[in-house]
């Protein structure tokens, strides 16, 4: 069983049902075959007990995909009889089974299809609205003053959201490097809405033929520029692993045994500036850190 994602929660509803030539049909039949089931409860209005059991399959197919097999399944969760359910589905034309065993009906599925158009063009129009208003305030921020757009540019706007899969984000970026667009050969160029929307530019500007797309910080970026910059500065504040070491040392013998650690080169050409410290301070000398070396491994 597969469910029909379905946001709308209603579907129509014929009032004449009950005068289909289909479903007085069955309405007969069971009338006629009562004594064939064991529902006491249900057996003096049996055809009306059918007429609620189709709507509760039709109900059932359209938030639901249904397979023959699942038949048993959804008696039990109908709490009916399987042979009842198999009836209504099977005997009077009502419903039809596909090849691949999935149970229709033609009213359901022109339900679904305008159901999911429905749903789509809800969708649509959704988008539409949430690209128009980062559109005005993006503009707004840059322009100072909000785009009065015509039918045909909305329309233009639409396309390249339907091409430019990330277009909402980059509008920022976009009418930002508009508003700084200038052209050495028209030095009148005064840019705006209507210019943006017209003859490709749009997506000129976007490639590169105009340059490339200019960003201003956001207020949010700025703040976040400066939190990494501060954590970076913090860091370079702290002191490194060797200047922890070289603060523990406290003899010439601990800090000539501490450089040479560092080194596999008895000449020592070239020393750490860290280490120059600690030469410094115990007035240790190259020469010396050499012989040390030499007794070493003597």
Do not use: C
């Amino acid at each position: 069983m597969k469910k029909n994602k379905l946001k709308q929660l209603y579907f129509p509803h014929d009032i004449f049902t009950d005068k289909d030539e289909k479903i007085i049909k069955m309405f007969y039949y069971f009338r006629k075959h009562i004594d064939d089931f064991s529902l006491d409860f249900i057996k003096d209005n049996f055809f009306l007990a059918s007429f609620g059991l189709f709507w509760e399959i039709v109900q059932y197919l359209h938030r639901n995909e249904l397979t023959a097999e699942e038949i048993p399944m959804l008696a039990d969760e109908l709490r009916t009889d399987e042979k009842f359910v198999r009836l209504i589905i099977e005997k009077f034309n009502l419903f039809r089974i596909e090849d691949n065993g999935v149970i229709v009906s033609d009213r359901i599925l022109e339900n679904l299809k305008k159901i999911k158009e429905k749903s789509e063009k809800n969708k649509n129009s959704a988008q539409v609205r949430w690209l128009l208003a980062a559109f005005n305030k993006s503009y707004i921020e840059f322009f100072g003053e909000e785009p009065i757009l015509e039918r045909s540019e909305i329309e233009v706007l639409k396309k390249y959201n339907e091409k430019i899969e990330n277009l909402k984000e980059l509008l920022p970026d976009i009418l930002y490097s508009l508003k700084e667009l200038k052209f050495d050969t028209d030095i009148k160029f005064v840019p705006n809405a209507h210019w943006l929307l017209k003859e490709n530019n749009l997506a000129k500007l976007i490639d590169g033929t105009y340059g490339k797309l200019k960003h201003k910080a956001t207020e949010k970026e700025i703040k976040e520029k400066q939190r990494k910059e501060a954590e970076a500065e913090a860091k370079r504040q702290e002191p490194s692993e060797i200047e922890i070491k070289m603060s523990e040392i406290q003899t010439r013998e601990e800090a000539i045994e501490f450089i040479k650690e560092f080194y596999t080169d008895k000449k020592l050409q070239y020393i750490h500036p860290a280490h120059k410290k600690l030469l410094k301070k115990f007035d240790i000398t190259i020469k010396e850190l050499e012989e040390f070396e030499a007794k070493k491994n003597a």
